[in-house]
């Protein structure tokens, strides 16, 4: 076996994971605790996919899930969250 070989099996086997790994993703979406949303933003901020929007009601602002079909479930909002209130479902 030489060099040439293993590097072209490795990449291979690279590949395949990425695009395991973003099927998967595919099948997941972010949804909202409300109940722990304290409205400050940060997701919406972060989300380069403009998916999450603020809502006003009478319980005040939080934020909603605006555009599913655009979520990648990157996780990127989750990060920022610090009040545990996204998390990523299946999609249904
Ligand atoms: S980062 Fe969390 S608490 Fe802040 S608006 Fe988004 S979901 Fe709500
Ligand atoms: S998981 Fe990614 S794409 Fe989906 S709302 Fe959060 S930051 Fe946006």
């Known amino acids: 076996m030489n060099i040439a070989y293993i590097a072209g099996i490795a990449v291979l086997l690279w590949i395949s994971a990425n695009v395991y790994r973003r099927r998967k993703r595919r099948n997941k979406v972010v949804c ?3 109940s722990n949303c ?3 933003r940060q997701c919406v901020k972060r989300c380069s996919r403009h998916v999450l929007e603020m809502e006003k009601d009478e319980t005040g602002s939080h934020v ?7 979520c990648t479930a990157c996780g990127h909002c989750l990060e920022k969250c610090k009040f545990n209130a996204l998390n990523l479902i299946e999609r249904i």
Do not use: A
């Not at 909603?64 to 655009?70: D, E, I």
């Open 32 to 34: 909202v605790v409300e």
């Open 38 to 40: 304290t409205g400050c």
């Open 64 to 70: 909603v899930v605006k555009y599913p079909g655009k």
